[in-house]
């Protein structure tokens, strides 16, 4: 079994910065671990994932966050981070962290074996 909780969401206007975090605990070894987004009324999109190692990161083919998010993990392995710059209104949504055990691929990452419970985020103009 594996627990997640995210951290570190908020309301900030639009340019600010914001890092996420997931603490992970339980089974996490050989997981890959990264962050859905979904915003109002839209379907859950992949934005980033990293290695149980922190050596192989993931992003979203997607042109939604590129250059502007980072994913990170810290030297245990156990916390999980998404530096966000230059947010836009359009990056409001609830950010997911999440736990599978397959790599993603262009926009796509599944399956999706655990879940947090979500942070939300909103960028005002």
Known sequence: QVRLVESGGGMVQAGASLRLACEASGRTFTYIMGWFRQAPGKEREFVAAIS???LTTYYTDSDSVKGRFTISKDS????MYLQMNTL???DTAIYY???G?????GSRWRPI?????GTQVTVSP
């Open 52 to 54: 149980w190692s922190g």
């Open 76 to 79: 245990a392995k156990t916390t």
């Open 88 to 90: 836009k209104p359009e």
């Open 97 to 99: 962290c999440a736990v």
């Open 101 to 105: 055990g397959a790599q993603p691929y």
């Open 113 to 117: 074996d655990y879940w947090g419970q």
